[in-house]
């Protein structure tokens, strides 16, 4: 099986910075685009960042030049630097990556979330 654990969600106020790490585990061959989606209280969820294993990257226009993915192929993990926070920020924050498995193929995995909240 796979796993994707998250850290470091948490209160912060408005300007401050946050860092998420997530990081993949189990019977892995390979991981390919990874991602860390959102979900705010009534809202679905929505992609936030996204970085492919050569390290091309995609934002949604609402964090571009606030938010930075990064990503370390040879320990499986993702991160997210979220600089600039806003309370429209608050949400849940999902980890995603698309691994192919050694028993099971290839598909998407999600991680538990962690809560991201910004003060005004």
């Known amino acids: 099986q796979v796993r994707l654990v998250e850290s470091g969600g948490g209160l912060v106020q408005a300007g401050g910075s946050l860092r998420l790490s997530c990081a993949a585990s189990?019977?892995?061959?390979?991981?390919?685009?990874m991602g860390w989606y959102r979900q705010a209280p009534g809202n679905q969820r929505e992609l936030v960042a996204s970085?492919?294993?050569?390290?091309?990257?995609n934002y949604v226009d609402s964090v571009k030049g606030r938010f930075t993915i990064s990503r370390d192929n040879a320990k499986d993990t993702v991160s997210l630097q979220m600089n600039s926070l806003i309370p429209e920020d608050t949400a849940v924050y999902f980890c995603?990556?698309?691994?192919?498995?050694?028993?099971?193929?290839?598909?998407?995995?999600w991680g538990q979330g962690t809560q991201v909240t910004v003060s005004s």
């Open positions: 970085i492919t294993s050569g390290g091309s990257t």
């Open positions: 995603n990556a698309r691994v192919t498995n050694r028993n099971t193929g290839t598909g998407d995995y």
């Open positions: 189990g019977s892995i061959l390979a991981i390919g685009i």
